[in-house]
């Protein structure tokens, strides 16, 4: 009976398809290149100086394309299950823009402008087996954001974060390994650079740091003996609060409201493990 059992077993999962915690680690040492969909959603809102109600100012919605290069390593050189992970990815594309005249209200205006976006991150952390197709990896992350937006005559938001996060990691069959990440961190050094032109000054102001919270699912199929197609979804928020006022020529002043962000990012591309 059990030789009966075993011979059945072996038909409904041939042995390529049984799935290992070996196709989770190496489907962790890869270099890749993925396009990237980046919809972005920034909302400025809140109040004003002097106690004034701005309510929505502005908005920027729109999906802006790029691409991404990354690469991770597994390995217990230092430690046992060590995770190694560096990501760069660009977008340069057109979004909506919502916003009014001076003196106006939201609405009045609706065009596109320009929005250029760059990230860069680097992560490290063990990860832990919690059986044969398990494994739970944390981290801790650090990484920048900029966004060269082209309203007006420019103006470019940029920060610094830092947070802890996981992976948790599933191999349902061999070829296949599903990845569910979280992080959960803080801005630093948010900054926002006013472009001057048409009769006013520019500045350049600090603004105010937020909680970051990013949250993604992704998947890495094994085409070909270390070859992978690769298909995610990532979502990140934050917010920047208010800057200081600053004077722009006519007895005229201006700052930078609260802003709220929700950039959601689509990517496919290949990866090669080594």
Known sequence: MTKFILTIGCIVFPSTLLAEVIDIQVANNQVSIQSISNNVDYTETGYGR?????GTLDTES??????SLAVSRMTDYWIENGYFEAEYDYANGRTKYIGSYQGGVYGDVVTTSGAVLSNYG?????GFVINNVLMLTPYAELGHHKWDR?????EIYDHDYYGIGGLLQYSPISPLVLTLNVLYGNTSASK???ISGGGSNGFSAGLGNSRLFKYGLAADY???KNIYGK???EVTNFKYGISAVYPIGGGWVAW???SSTRNTTIKFGIGRAF
């Open 62 to 67: 729109g999906r802006v394309p790029g691409f």
């Open 192 to 194: 926002i650079e006013v």
């Open 256 to 258: 930078e409201p609260d």
């Open 122 to 126: 680097i992560r490290y952390g063990k």
């Open 150 to 154: 082209g309203v007006n005559y420019g």
């Open 222 to 224: 094994e085409l070909d």
């Open 50 to 54: 002097l106690g004034t109600t701005i």
């Open 231 to 233: 298909v995610g979804i």
